[in-house]
């Protein structure tokens, strides 16, 4: 099992959890991670958050049924600790090398519809009013700007899933480790058919920071973080589940997709570029308010900036100087060149 841990300072990740282990065991492996002494401990769960509560401490966690895979908790402990007898949290160590950093400031919400924007120099430009906040187009803050750079979907992912765009190149090593792995297996999910080139070239083109994320990309990430990825296109306002076919995921992010470029899409109560440590990245996969939010946005987005149309558009190859119109001819020409350098071209 796997779990979010949220305090009021700071988030964590617990992997690897097995459903046999003791309600009390559990309590001590929250303490390790927090340092909040476990019999003081309070874990809400669940959407409204709720306490969980368990008859006795010695049952297990298949057996407590406000628990689940994925949920994000709430840890709390009415017992205020002494802030220079506060141990810093223990960061457990992954089974990975890809030097992840724990998330941040996950939490829940619910949204409806209106929309508005604003031109404020110090509030976010994209947005549609939500219930008791915003849902946010999250681009005018300057360290949270998703850079047009071809990493824009790592970059994106990387902050909704860990709350900073630092791990992005890290997501890229997750895809070529999982595609590798896949093929050693005989697993025909990411045959040559399916990636229309070699495996290794594959895998060796993904890990170029100027190679571009995208379907193989997003299903790949959302079972390596057991979350439902969800892209909305500004152009048709369709949204895309990716991790939804065979798994019961139970948290989602969402992106906006414009054709060529993937921004992050959050939820915060205040617009002020300034309030971004108060972001909510991940959302209950079964709020159905919160997609049809992240919808609106898409609208409005469209609306006020526009969105390329991926099948029409005209890409340069900046390795031999050859026009390509649409995705598809770019995709065509880069798995036959191997030429990764692409721009936009007017």
């Known amino acids: 099992m796997r779990f979010r841990i949220k305090t009021s300072s700071s988030s964590h990740t617990l992997n690897d959890i097995p459903d046999t282990l003791s309600f009390d065991d559990f309590l001590l492996l929250i303490e390790k991670e927090t340092g909040i002494p476990s019999a003081t401990i309070t874990i809400k769960a669940g959407y409204p958050p709720k306490i969980i509560s368990v008859p006795q401490n010695s049952v297990p966690l298949s057996q407590i049924q406000t628990l689940s895979n994925g949920d994000t908790l709430i840890v709390s402990s009415p017992v205020q600790l002494p802030t220079s007898d506060t141990p810093n949290p223990i960061k457990k160590q992954s089974n990975n090398n890809y030097n992840y950093k724990p998330q941040s400031n996950i939490n829940t919400l619910n949204v409806n519809k209106d929309s508005s924007s604003i031109s404020e120099p110090h509030t976010e430009k994209y947005y549609v009013k939500c219930r008791d906040g915003y849902m946010i187009k999250r681009v005018s803050f300057i360290f949270l700007d998703i850079p047009d750079d071809n990493s824009c979907l790592f970059r994106a992912v990387s902050y909704l899933v860990h709350g900073t765009q630092e791990n992005f190149y890290g997501l890229r090593t997750v895809i070529s480790d999982t595609i590798t792995n896949s093929n050693k297996l005989n697993n025909t999910s990411y045959s040559e058919a399916i990636l229309g080139r070699p495996v290794p070239q594959y895998c060796n083109w993904i890990m170029q920071p100027n190679s571009w ?8 990430l959302a079972d390596w973080f057991s979350i439902e990825i969800v892209t909305v296109d500004i152009k048709t306002g369709t949204h895309y589940v990716f991790g939804l076919a065979e798994n019961k995921y139970t ?4 992106l906006l997709y414009s054709g060529i470029h993937y921004d992050a899409i959050v939820f915060n109560p205040s617009l002020s570029v300034n309030a971004y440590s108060n972001d909510t990245l991940m959302f209950p996969a079964s709020d159905s308010h919160a997609l049809d939010c992240a919808i609106q946005l898409s609208k409005l987005v469209r609306t006020k900036s526009g969105f390329t149309d991926t099948t ?7 390795d031999c100087n050859t026009i390509l119109v649409g995705e598809k001819n770019a995709t065509i020409h880069a798995s ?3 030429h990764t350098n692409f721009t936009e071209s007017k």
């Open 336 to 338: 036959k060149t191997g």
């Open 213 to 220: 994320g995208g379907a193989i990309e997003l299903q790949i």
């Open 251 to 254: 948290t989602r992010i969402y």
């Open 312 to 318: 029409s558009f005209k890409l340069l190859c900046l």
